[in-house]
């Protein structure tokens, strides 16, 4: 980090102090004039004059509330333009830039997408609260239902802020289409487009902190093709039984980390998607939820490279899979140098799942290409099972075998009754290196005499 960005931070926080004195209708204004300023930024004693000859200025903050563009903030007018209006003049800004969504408003904002690139460094600080359209009937016919809120082609940017992001996803969640809807898990006809609440894009160098986002339509965060995202101290909830509400979707992205953050939801707490590499999860709470899943991968045929992901310290509670790899029949590529380490189970169905026979839809034909997995560790996975599934399931290709699959100091216990169940394997070959509960008898050791070479894509 250097001068100037020290300075920015520190600037920064002393700013963030000041939002409560600031008035309701505040106007862009630099901050490096501010009272306050100067006395949160004194030195205790006064430096030598060769040192304060080699500082640089102190890097003007302006901040853009929305309210001086136009917004309303009561939850019904259309605060759109608004906020592009503002994000406009923030994003062009030669000094970096705070665009403030402030505390005490709701803010209703149509399908938009926030362009970039910007001339600084920009925080996006969510004071208040953010709501789309109240449902698919509400939502304009010309928009996107697919997305709410993007960020494209951004770089060097924050989202933070103590606000709320409220998807308002129940009358989404009830569409005929959604699987819950039908007989047995089965879906309706009729339209089933939702909208991803926040979407990074082609983006760079992004964090999003401190926030809290609830009742998604559909993913709650989609990271698309973006490098270097730090998350971090982020709190997504939604009902358990809302469909496909992950609470983190990474895509074709790398250089991620995701840190120190409560997920409870209807879906996947964070899922990791094709062409991503250099993911690291730390500090987790998850659940209830369908657990911390690397895909699904290879769907209709395709492709899928999953590299040097990382899951540590983390607890995974009354969620149907707790660390999971799920692939599609008829895919290719792989999935390769994975880390499950410290991770605690709380009454969660499937706590170890590798599951190859990934359908969806319950009519998946059979066919014999598949994803590699190899490299997989399972590091001092302790707690309890849901006795409905058995505590490790790893179900591999019928051709393509799942190799190097390494077990260690691994101990899971029914959540009820003394019965414990048999952990159950396919085709899985690996190592354990220390005695698990229960043992792991089906895991065949060494490796596989021989890889149909015309099905394994190594990436």
């Known amino acids: 980090m250097d001068c100037s960005d020290r300075c920015f931070v520190v600037v920064f926080f002393a700013i963030h102090l000041c939002f409560l004195a600031l008035s309701a209708q505040c106007r862009p204004f630099e901050y490096s004039s501010y009272p306050l300023i100067s006395q949160i930024s004194a030195s205790p004693s006064p430096a030598p004059e060769a040192a304060i000859a080699s500082q640089p200025p102190s890097p003007q903050i302006s901040v853009f509330s929305v309210l001086s563009y136009g917004a309303v903030g009561d939850g019904v007018a259309d605060d759109t333009q608004a906020f592009k209006a503002a994000w406009d003049a923030a994003c062009q800004a030669g000094d970096p830039a705070i665009l403030l969504v402030p505390r005490h408003y709701t803010f209703m904002i149509q399908s938009t997408i926030f362009t970039g690139p910007c001339n600084n460094k920009l925080a996006f600080q969510i004071e208040g609260s953010i709501v789309p359209p109240d449902g698919p009937d509400s ?25 709320v992001i409220d998807g308002r996803g129940e009358k989404w969640w009830d569409l005929p289409c959604k699987p819950h ?37 559909q993913f709650h965060f989609r990271f698309d093709s973006c490098h270097d995202v730090h998350i971090d101290s982020l709190y997504v909830k939604s009902p358990a039984g809302s469909p496909n509400t992950d609470g983190i979707h990474v895509e074709n992205s790398n250089d991620v ?50 590299s040097n992901i990382t899951v540590t310290d983390s607890v995974i509670k009354h969620s149907d899979n707790g660390v999971r790899i799920k ?66 399931h790893l179900a591999c290709s019928d051709t393509v075998p799942c190799t190097n699959l390494t077990l260690y100091d691994v101990e899971l216990f029914p959540a009820q009754g003394q019965k414990i169940l048999d952990p159950f394997c396919w085709n899985a070959y690996g190592d354990i290196k220390t005695l698990t509960v229960p043992p792991v008898f089906c895991l065949m050791e060494g490796f596989p005499l021989s890889l149909p070479d015309n099905d394994v894509d190594r990436c």
Do not use: E
Not at 197 to 214: C, D, E, H, M, Y
Not at 332 to 351: A, E, L, Y
């Open 139 to 163: 939502w304009p016919k010309n928009y996107s239902k697919r997305q709410w809120l993007v960020f494209y082609r951004i770089n060097g940017m924050s989202m933070q802020g103590g606000g």
């Open 181 to 217: 809807r039908g007989i047995n898990g089965t879906t309706l006809p009729g339209p089933c487009d939702s909208p991803v609440a926040i979407r990074f894009f082609w983006s760079s160098n992004v964090t999003v902190q401190g926030l809290k986002i609830k009742n998604s339509p």
């Open 257 to 306: 980390r995701i840190y120190n953050s409560v997920i409870s939801n209807g879906d996947d707490c964070v899922s990791i998607g094709a062409g991503t590499y250099n993911v690291d999860i730390r500090n987790i709470t998850c659940g209830p939820s369908h657990g911390i899943s690397i895909g699904s991968l290879g769907i209709k045929n395709s492709r899928a490279c999953v």
């Open 327 to 392: 692939t599609w029949q008829g895919g290719f590529g792989s999935v390769s140098k994975v880390t499950f380490k410290n991770i605690h189970m709380d009454t969660v169905r499937n706590p170890i799942i590798v599951d190859q026979y990934y359908c969806s839809n319950k009519v998946c034909p059979n066919q014999t290409s598949a994803v590699y997995v190899t490299d997989v560790s399972y590091t001092n996975i302790k707690g309890t099972y849901d006795v409905r599934s058995p505590p490790m």
